[in-house]
């Protein structure tokens, strides 16, 4: 059975057994890569069919950890949420709390150390198939809410002024947002928040999501900022030209990883973030192998999640099966299995990782108490 959006829906808890014994992984991690790919069913309709819903939760044993999920019809998911248990079908597989529809907002904090700003409005964002920004039907004012923009040194620290965060214990300081229109106003935006944060006692992570940085002159003023890094915004390896805006198209795999090796270089923390779900599997293997040695650190992979019909449309026919993000999350974990390099559970909401990574339980590091991130890697 396929959904509308023509991915295929597991209907026994057993295919899941079956999966977990033949991939030999746990068989939690592969109910939670389900979950993500499909979505949540709300019976009581508290968040809005094709909008998402955030809620946090602790399934089959496993992390109390955030979710945040596209919500579908009944006919399209086997999952359900209500009364504060998630269901597979008729089946309990934990419980949920502080069920809310997820919105844009100018900024987000995951768990009481991290925080994430949205500078430059994502939600105005336009042109990549893969995000649900590209289309502006489909939310109103009651999930867009990044208005505000933080510009100048002013708004930045009014946002830090009239908000109860207490920016000397965070641990990260994410910029997650494009159009900025230029790197000479990244660098001087990261500069910003930069001192602005440390007037206020931050000595964490600075990080910028991107990829409109790529000179040497930038990447040497950004590495004057202590513990900076670069998750460079690359997405997808294969079909870049016509999945991707214009402005990101442009940028080729080896632009990317000259732009990388460089800022490592330089001593800047380096990965990317990438979509799974939009490459075939082989595209993926080949890519990763290709930019692996530019990086410092594990990249940053979510799982491909839908919401309209046109985001479906782009949807690789490998990645239909669910076998597909199990498969991925195999070749990645080969790749890698000769670095120090491992996924950080709070870097994403869907990832193709949980509470095991290798067969073997991973720190309960969802909101970053328990990793020390400014630890650099040895040999870069």
């Given at each position: 059975m396929t959904t509308k959006y023509g991915n295929e829906i597991v209907n026994s808890f057993d295919t899941y057994k079956k999966i977990s014994e033949e991939y030999n992984i746990d068989i939690s991690e592969v109910v939670k890569i389900d979950l993500n790919r499909n979505g949540v069913s709300l019976p009581d309709n508290e968040v809005r069919e094709d909008f998402r819903v955030r809620f946090k939760s602790s399934l089959l044993n496993g992390y109390n950890s955030w979710y945040a999920l596209p919500v579908r019809s009944r006919e399209n998911t086997p999952f359900i949420a209500q009364n504060g248990v998630v269901y597979f079908d008729d089946i309990s597989i934990g419980n949920y709390d502080e069920l809310r529809l997820d919105t844009c907002e100018s900024s987000y904090q995951r768990g009481p150390h991290l925080l994430n700003l949205n500078s430059r409005?994502?939600?105005?964002?336009?042109?990549?198939?893969?995000?649900?920004?590209?289309?502006?039907?489909?939310y109103d004012s009651t999930v867009i809410k990044d208005n505000v923009p933080l510009r100048t040194r002013q708004d930045i620290e009014s946002f830090f002024d009239t908000r109860d965060i207490d920016v000397s214990k965070l641990i990260q300081i994410a910029v997650v947002t494009g159009l900025f229109h230029g790197e000479n106003n990244v660098v001087e935006h990261m500069k910003l928040v930069n001192d602005v944060a440390k007037e206020r006692g931050f000595q964490g992570e600075l990080m910028y999501f991107g990829c409109e940085v790529n000179s040497d002159e930038a990447l040497k003023e950004l590495a004057s900022l202590e513990n900076f890094e670069l998750i460079y915004a690359l997405d997808n390896f294969s079909n870049r030209d016509k999945f991707l805006a214009k402005t990101k198209s442009i940028i080729t795999l080896e632009t990317a990883k000259d732009t990388l090796l460089r800022a490592k270089d330089k001593n800047i923390e380096t990965t990317i973030s990438y979509i799974s779900g939009l490459d075939s599997l082989e595209s993926m293997k080949n890519g990763f192998m290709m930019m692996k040695d530019s990086f410092t650190r594990f990249p940053v992979i979510n799982i491909y999640q839908i919401q309209t019909m046109e985001q479906a449309a782009i949807l690789n026919d490998e990645a239909k099966s669910l076998e597909?993000?199990?498969?991925?999350?195999?070749?990645?974990?080969?790749?890698?299995?000769?670095?120090?390099?491992?996924?950080?559970?709070?870097?994403?909401?869907?990832?193709?990782?949980?509470?095991?990574?290798?067969g073997e339980k991973v720190k309960d590091n969802a909101y970053g108490q328990q990793e020390n991130i400014k630890t650099k890697v040895k040999n870069k």
């Open positions: 409005s994502r939600s105005n964002c336009g042109g990549c198939k893969a995000c649900v920004h590209n289309y502006n039907d489909l597909y993000y199990i498969k991925s999350r195999i070749e990645l974990e080969k790749l890698f299995k000769d670095s120090e390099y491992r996924p950080r559970r709070w870097e994403n909401y869907r990832p193709l990782w949980y509470d095991y990574y290798e």
